[in-house]
């Protein structure tokens, strides 16, 4: 089993930047891949990014290519997606998730509780 919290979330303007955090709790994280996945509200909860075990693939939603970066640090346990020039758009719950190397939901068996992201404009 794996427990994920993330932290991090805010309310920012658009233009700014956060980073959230995930940690990991349970079983070491380098044995699975980390995604990033949001949802707003209405919406079905959508791809952001991924990283393999190793961090020698990593994959992201055209949506936030060039803008956010996926990034894990095996030994802390922790998972962290870096958000620059946020947009309205981007105003989401976002989650964290352990499991295979996939952009599809469905393929995550571990998640977080969530985290909100609020872009003001």
């Known amino acids: 089993q794996v427990q994920l919290v993330e932290s991090g979330g805010g309310l920012v303007q658009a233009g700014g930047s956060l980073r959230l955090s995930c940690a990991a709790s349970?079983?070491?994280?380098?044995?699975?891949?980390m995604g990033w996945f949001r949802q707003a509200p209405g919406k079905e909860r959508e791809f952001v990014a991924a990283?393999?075990?190793?961090?020698?693939?990593?994959y992201y939603a055209d949506s936030v290519k060039g803008r956010f970066t996926i990034s894990r640090d095996n030994a802390k346990n922790t998972v962290y997606l870096q958000m620059n020039s946020l947009k309205p758009e981007d105003t989401a719950v976002y989650y964290c998730?352990?499991?295979?190397?996939?952009?599809?939901?469905?393929?995550?068996?571990?998640w977080g509780q969530g985290t909100q992201v609020t872009v003001s404009s």
């Open positions: 998730a352990a499991g295979p190397l996939s952009k599809l939901v469905a393929e995550y068996p571990y």
């Open positions: 349970g079983r070491t994280l380098s044995r699975y891949a």
């Open positions: 990283r393999g075990w190793s961090g020698g693939s990593t």
